[in-house]
């Protein structure tokens, strides 16, 4: 069975699917909320930082159903407070 192809997204991309300011994103966003190896990566140990739509928009759904009392996990998974 083959697997979908991700979606590679630059930060400009990424804001205009999610409304809001890549600047947002790029400052407090990247590293808090949304994690390397899970939501995004930089190819080639470039400086360029290409987003994975898939995981972004999976995250941001298990999120918002699961309460605004929850936190991310870099597993998956996600903690209730």
Known sequence: MQ?????YLT????S???KYDSRT???RL???VLLEGRHYFRPFGGRKTLY???H???DMKLVS?????????ANGGVLHG
């Open 3 to 7: 697997s979908q192809p991700s979606t």
């Open 11 to 14: 930060t400009d991309e990424l």
């Open 16 to 18: 205009a699917r999610i």
């Open 25 to 27: 994103i790029r400052d």
């Open 30 to 32: 990247k590293d808090s």
């Open 52 to 54: 994975i739509w898939e």
């Open 56 to 58: 972004i928009e999976e």
């Open 65 to 73: 159903s699961a309460g605004s009392y929850s936190i991310p996990l």
